[in-house]
């Protein structure tokens, strides 16, 4: 089984997909198999992270599981 990275809004774009499905463990053995500008994208300070639907506060420590689901979501802008 296999754990999913999901890239909302612009992160979509950078991603080239709007999910991947990825091996589980750390989040930053994870995110030093990606492309590293998408890394780069992920890790920055307005983005939020949500695990399982749930969104973190702290981002240290984010261990993934089988059938995890870590969402990326960038800051938005309407008018």
Known sequence: MA???VFL???EDVAGAA???VAPGPLEA????LDKALAVE???????IALNG???????GIT??????LAFLPPVSGG
Do not use: S, Y
């Not at 994870?30 to 198999?33: D, F, Q, R, S, V």
């Not at 749930?54 to 240290?60: E, K, P, V, Y």
């Not at 993934?64 to 689901?69: F, I, K, N, P, R």
């Open 54 to 60: 749930r969104l973190l506060t702290d981002h240290g």
């Open 19 to 21: 999910e991947r499905a």
């Open 42 to 48: 992920l890790l920055g300070d307005r983005v939020r």
């Open 9 to 11: 809004g612009r992160l």
């Open 30 to 33: 994870i995110l030093a198999t």
């Open 64 to 69: 993934l599981a089988d059938g995890d689901e």
């Open 3 to 5: 754990a999913r990275l």
